[in-house]
Antibody, heavy 118, light 111 residues
Framework: VQLVQSEAEMKQPGSSVKVSCEASGGTFKSNTVNWVRQTPGQGLEWVGGFIRVSGTPNYAQKFRGRVTITADESTSTGYLELRSLKSEDTAIYYC????????????WGQGTMVTVSS | QSVLTQPPSVSGAPGQRVTISCIGSSSNLGAGFDVHWYQHLPEKAPKLLIYGNNDRPSGVPDRFSGSKSGTSASLAITGLQAEDEADYYCQSYDSSLSNMVFGGGTKLTVL
């Protein structure tokens, strides 16, 4: 599966951003979408996603309350919405899909740079 | 502070063998959850390198291998090549957090 993400975004502090991730070349299952970010100079950090075959997405504690992850199988697209943006949210955001019922992140998007600055 | 602990950096000369450790706890690696490894080159998407502790996706050279025992895991790279210079991350699932978790990443330098 190839994952193609939306273009870079420049946002003001306090605003929201919605990043998309369109799958092609394989079977897209909405309950496999996850999002991982990398802030400048730091490592990979799991933001949230579907980590079980059934159920709602899970979110990392630090993002709960201001993040929503959704997916639409009809358009083979996953979405990450992050609200109340802070400068510390400046990062490259990657979508990734789980392999079946495992915790393996087998396919990755190319990344979307989100810059939060006034 | 990452849930999985990796050394910040390792280095080796071309042709040598290096290992990267990944230390977890009783709620992730020690609970039996698999560890996976990713290679992250600058300006590129992370790439799955090892899955299920010690399996390689097709196309990954057998110079890369993984192992896991108890609360720790390791990635070994033999016959180091210049193209192996990258950041490497371990990843698993943590039952107390109900989260996917990553190690802090290890920068491999080929001397």
């Amino acid at each position: 599966v190839q994952l193609v993400q939306s273009e870079a975004e420049m946002k003001q502090p306090g605003s929201s951003v919605k990043v998309s991730c369109e799958a092609s070349g394989g079977t897209f299952k909405s309950n496999t979408v996850n999002w991982v970010r990398q802030t400048p100079g730091q490592g990979l950090e799991w933001v949230g996603g579907f980590i079980r075959v059934s159920g709602t997405p899970n979110y990392a504690q630090k993002f709960r309350g201001r993040v929503t992850i959704t997916a639409d199988e009809s358009t083979s697209t996953g979405y990450l919405e992050l609200r109340s943006l802070k400068s510390e949210d400046t990062a490259i955001y990657y979508c990734a899909t789980r392999v079946g019922a495992t915790t393996i992140l087998g396919s990755w998007g190319q990344g979307t740079m989100v810059t939060v600055s006034s | 502070q990452s849930v999985l602990t990796q050394p910040p950096s390792v280095s080796g000369a071309p042709g040598q063998r290096v290992t990267i450790s990944c230390i977890g706890s009783s709620s992730n690696l020690g609970a039996g959850f698999d560890v996976h490894w990713y290679q992250h080159l600058p300006e590129k998407a992370p790439k799955l390198l090892i899955y299920g502790n010690n399996d390689r996706p097709s196309g990954v050279p057998d110079r890369f291998s993984g192992s896991k025992s108890g609360t720790s895991a390791s990635l070994a790279i033999t016959g180091l090549q210049a193209e192996d210079e990258a950041d490497y991350y371990c990843q698993s699932y943590d039952s107390s957090l109900s989260n996917m978790v990553f190690g802090g990443g290890t920068k491999l330098t080929v001397l």
